[in-house]
């Protein structure tokens, strides 16, 4: 398993923007898929964006396409969520999640971060 660290959250006023960064370590960066899940209280996770090895392939929720941005850095082992035009919806705790394969469903992935709040206000 590899090792995740998000870092970038924070508390942002509806309408604004935040760059989440989520480190790899332990493992072999480009081999892996990564992905974007979110958790608001007392709801399931649910898939957020995801991205391919290579970065050519990437996929979005219905509910951020457009607004969000996935990325990755393969020398630097890192992947990004840019989050523009944020919505009080948008509030939960935002997870980075890697996997050898993509799947919207978040039981399917095999390593996972601690997770980073990210609070929007109206």
């Known amino acids: 398993q590899v090792q995740l660290v998000e870092s970038g959250g924070g508390l942002v006023q509806a309408g604004g923007s935040l760059r989440l960064s989520c480190a790899a370590s332990?493992?072999?960066?480009?081999?892996?898929?990564m992905g974007w899940f979110r958790q608001a209280p007392g709801k399931e996770r649910e898939f957020v964006s995801a991205?391919?090895?290579?970065?050519?392939?990437?996929w979005y929720a219905d509910s951020v396409k457009g607004r969000f941005s996935i990325s990755r850095d393969n020398a630097k082992n890192t992947v990004y969520l840019q989050m523009n035009s944020l919505k009080p919806e948008d509030t939960a705790v935002y997870y980075c999640?890697?996997?050898?394969?993509?799947?919207?469903?978040?039981?399917?992935?095999?390593?996972w971060g601690q997770g980073t709040q990210v609070t929007v206000s109206s």
């Open positions: 999640a890697a996997d050898r394969a993509i799947d919207r469903d978040y039981t399917s992935w095999d390593s």
């Open positions: 991205i391919s090895q290579s970065g050519r392939g990437t």
């Open positions: 332990g493992g072999t960066f480009s081999d892996y898929a």
